[in-house]
């Protein structure tokens, strides 16, 4: 979360009631959020200041939402966006496939929604060797640590591939057997083998971060 306190974000909505409210919130977590119900004040704000995200709604004061990322994918600026709209309309979601917005988010945002859209620009904003695992945990594929609040954790060799591993299938459950061929591979996992191992992990780790579905697997907690 700390890239979104040094990013700007650009916000599209003419809905006066929802846009003050949203504001607040964004104001939170983003260094400065540029509000604007129109197209044409919305490429002005880009021309004057550096943007690094956008959330736009359908439907604006002097168009489309939709034709104004497309207007400005085809000056190749492809400034991450989210679309917001109102209408759970099949046609105008087909219609953001191909300008690659980020999601479609539909309104109204309940603030577990709204959470889910700020945790996924800061994935987004994030130097791509650093995935965001929740609020306190970020892995580093590089240096192949954990960091908690500032400090590295140091893994172990076996520990990386079963942390790398659940953040590759993550947000699934992976299953014993998917453990056995893919951080095992050809060697026996005993039956204790995996509950040490997140026993190890546990005590490296202050906060809890891989829950157990019984019987079934494991997933990491984001």
């Given at each position: 979360m700390d890239r979104l306190k040094k990013a700007n974000l650009l916000f599209l909505e003419d809905n006066e009631e929802f846009a003050k409210n949203t504001i607040q919130l964004l104001n939170l977590y983003f260094k400065k959020v540029y509000h604007t119900d129109s197209?044409?004040?919305?490429f002005k704000i880009i021309d004057d200041y550096k943007i690094d995200f956008i959330i736009s709604d359908i439907k604006l004061k002097d168009g489309n939402g939709l034709d104004f990322i497309k207007t400005l994918r085809d000056t190749n600026d492809f400034t991450p966006t989210i679309v917001l709209s109102s209408y759970k309309d099949e046609k105008l979601l087909l219609q953001a496939i191909p300008l690659h917005v980020e999601a479609y988010e539909l309104k109204p945002l309940s603030y577990e929604k709204f959470k889910n859209i700020?945790?996924?620009?800061?994935?987004i904003l994030e130097p791509?060797?650093?995935?965001i695992i929740n609020n306190?945990?970020?892995?580093?594929?590089k240096s192949k640590?954990?960091?908690y609040k500032?400090?590295?954790i140091k893994l172990t060799k076996k520990e990386i591939s079963f942390v790398e591993y659940l953040i590759k299938k993550s947000p699934e459950i992976?299953?014993?057997d998917m453990i056995q061929v893919n951080v095992w591979e050809s060697k026996i996992m005993s039956n204790s083998a995996i509950k040490n191992l997140i026993l190890r992990l546990r005590k490296k780790v202050p906060t809890k971060f891989i829950i157990n579905i019984g019987g079934v697997g494991y997933k990491?907690?984001?």
């Open positions: 197209i044409k004040s919305a700020i945790n996924k620009i800061a994935k791509k060797n650093i995935y306190e945990l970020t892995y580093n594929t640590e954990i960091i500032s400090q590295n992976v299953t014993q990491l907690i984001s």
